[in-house]
């Protein structure tokens, strides 16, 4: 896995969720429920720059496992529900995980983007 910028990579366990990916925020260790606002401010972002930007991306490397799930989303989503939340909807159906997901942060008034992909490594035939 790798990334830039504040879009986010989990593992699906059963007790957590777990970061995978890093966040290119200057909000280092904020989560939902904190008691201080992003700022939203990122320390490095793919394109909206009008000059070129050389980028680094963090690159995770783990066994890829049958039977694995990872939770991609962006800080719409996890800005609106904490990690506790969204482990309680994700479950083997994950088209309805991903709705009951996605219906969850509209409630809880996203106020930004909210991109959700679940994935799961197959198990081999």
């Excluded at 970061?19 to 992003?38: C, H, I, M, N, Y």
Aim: include cysteine.
């Amino acid at each position: 896995i790798f990334n830039v910028g504040d879009s986010r990579a989990y593992r699906v366990d059963k007790e957590a969720l777990v970061q995978l990916s890093v966040d290119d925020s200057e909000d280092t260790g904020w989560k939902p429920g904190s008691l201080f606002a992003r700022s939203g401010m990122l320390t490095q972002c793919f394109g909206g720059y009008t000059e070129f930007s050389a980028i680094r991306p963090h690159v995770h490397i783990e066994a890829c496992m049958p039977g694995n799930t990872y939770l991609l989303c962006s800080d719409g989503l996890y800005e609106s529900l904490d990690e506790e939340q969204l482990l309680t909807m994700i479950d083997g159906d994950l088209p309805g995980s991903v709705d009951r997901i996605f219906r969850a942060a509209l409630e809880y008034f996203a106020s930004d983007n909210v991109t959700i992909a679940l994935v799961r490594v197959a198990q081999p035939a």
